[in-house]
């Protein structure tokens, strides 16, 4: 059973055009994420829901909206994809980091997303 | 200057030898502190916590100097499958939300 599963795990696709990348956790986890990591391997947060509510959004461009229909799926839907958004995206979920100090964040597997 | 802050290496060790790595970050409230192992083209995991007095895990050991805001992680007899990007995180908490920072992560080579 895998723990944190994200679709699909590769996304090559043109520029201008629209991707959506699933998530989805089965640990029960009250937070999730979105991680953006770039070519020079630098693991940066994007967004962070906890109980659906969106709490962190990390100066992403509006062209990034994820939605979280419920506690244990987080989306990200890309507009109009450029080329400088090719990278891996890492799903992510954990306990609220606000009450447990020594949480683990369990990671997907990663959306390598290339833009053509 | 960024959050955390690693020397990202790569660090090229024979097997066997002792390898160590440091790692500072900027936020004096970070609340808690870890490592996480990065195998090429595979998702960040959990290492370890990091706590101030120091923990242990087999060959691994973590070390924690919160006047210094400094974090190191300690590799005994190190091991081929050693091999891997070491991410230094910290939870660094800001009104009341917290989130994890990671450090760009340094590469460590073990060569037979």
């Known amino acids: 059973d895998t723990a944190v599963s994200q679709t699909p795990k590769y996304l090559v696709t043109q520029m201008g055009n629209d991707k959506s990348i699933k998530c989805e956790q089965n640990l029960g986890h009250d937070t999730m994420y979105w991680y953006k990591q770039d070519s020079k391997k630098f693991l940066k947060i994007m967004f962070s829901?906890?109980?659906?509510?969106?709490?962190i959004n990390e100066t992403v461009p509006n062209r990034f909206s994820p939605k979280s229909p419920d506690k244990a799926h987080l989306n990200l839907h890309i507009n109009s994809l450029e080329l400088g958004d090719s990278a891996v995206y890492f799903c992510?979920?954990?306990?609220?980091?606000?009450?447990?100090?020594?949480?683990?964040?369990?990671f997907g597997q990663g959306t390598r997303l290339t833009v053509v | 200057r960024k959050e955390v802050e690693q020397d990202p290496g790569p660090f090229n060790v024979p097997e066997g030898a002792t390898v160590a790595f440091n790692c500072t970050y900027s936020n004096s409230a970070s609340q808690s502190f870890f490592w996480y192992r990065q195998d090429c083209r595979k998702e960040p995991k959990l290492l370890m916590s990091?706590?101030?007095s120091g923990n242990e895990d087999g060959r691994f050991t973590a070390q924690l100097n919160r006047a210094s805001q400094y974090i190191s992680l300690l590799i005994r007899d190190s091991k081929l499958s050693d091999s891997a990007t070491y991410l230094c995180v910290v939870n660094s908490a800001k009104g009341n939300t917290g989130k994890l920072i990671f450090g760009q992560g340094t590469t460590l080579q073990v060569k037979p």
């Open positions: 829901y906890n109980n659906k509510e969106l709490i």
């Open positions: 990091v706590y101030s």
């Open positions: 992510a979920s954990s306990q609220d980091l606000r009450g447990y100090v020594n949480t683990e964040a369990f």
